[in-house]
T-cell receptor
Framework: GAVVSQHPSWVICKSGTSVKIECRSL??????MFWYRQFPKQSLMLMAT?????????EQGVEKDKFLINHASLTLSTLTVTSAHPEDSSFYIC???????????FGQGTRLTVV | DAKTTQPPSMDCAEGRAANLPCNHS???????VYWYRQIHSQGPQYIIH???NNETNEMASLIITEDRKSSTLILPHATLRDTAVYYC????????????FGKGTKLSVKP
């Protein structure tokens, strides 16, 4: 089946620095990808929709200047957490609709810890 | 997305069938029922989906009631690796983006 690869799987960064997370569709093209965030013991919440060649669409309450999304190719979307703070520590997950658009494929997630 | 209701947790003995219920009484006639699961510290994984007929694949079976207001995911022979949170989702217009993940059912498969 289709595979979505996310990198890194975990990262620890200092407060105030920026972190980039990559999401790749390995064997299919994805004009749209989705970024979710999951806090401990909570469910996934959609942060933004990444559109190839155009601006991302952010959910209400998500700061677009803090969570920069770039979708420069049909197989790669990146999420950059800028000026990270401890409250940004979370599990970030990307997804892409599969080739037949009948199911979503998720990356393995990135555990971000800001110290 | 149509609202779904699932029990917060269930236990199942290894090797036995796990039957996970979901209520979706507000589902529209053309909306599909999807099941995903999330093993701890991993991204969600697609399991199965259906409209009104029962469906089966290599992972599970999906039984949808005739009125489509509820469904049951069946793992025929649960293993320890099936321990996960199972989400029943009715995507808006079938879109695979902006999936609304509720709290799901935490299935614990015990030896």
């Amino acid at each position: 089946g289709a595979v979505v690869s996310q990198h890194p799987s975990w990262v620890i960064c200092k407060s105030g620095t920026s972190v980039k997370i990559e999401c790749r569709s390995l064997d299919f093209q994805a004009t749209t990808m989705f970024w979710y965030r999951q806090f401990p013991k909570q469910s996934l919440m959609l942060m933004a929709t990444s559109n190839e060649g155009s601006k991302a669409t952010y959910e209400q309450g998500v700061e677009k200047d803090k969570f920069l999304i770039n979708h420069a190719s049909l197989t790669l979307s990146t999420l950059t957490v800028t000026s990270a703070h401890p409250e940004d520590s979370s599990f970030y997950i990307c997804s892409a609709p599969g080739p037949t658009n009948t199911e979503a494929f998720f990356g393995q997630g990135t555990r971000l810890t800001v110290v | 997305d149509a609202k779904t209701t699932q029990p917060p947790s269930m236990d199942c003995a290894e090797g036995r069938a796990a039957n996970l219920p979901c209520n979706h009484s507000t589902i529209s006639g053309n909306e599909y029922v999807y099941w995903y699961r999330q093993i701890h510290s991993q991204g969600p994984q697609y399991i199965i989906h259906g409209l009104k007929n029962n469906e089966t694949n290599e992972m599970a079976s999906l039984i949808i009631t005739e009125d489509r207001k509820s469904s049951t995911l069946i793992l025929p022979h649960a293993t320890l690796r099936d321990t996960a949170v199972y989400y029943c989702i009715v995507p808006l217009r079938g879109s695979q983006g902006n999936l609304i993940f509720g709290k799901g059912t935490k299935l614990s498969v015990k030896p």
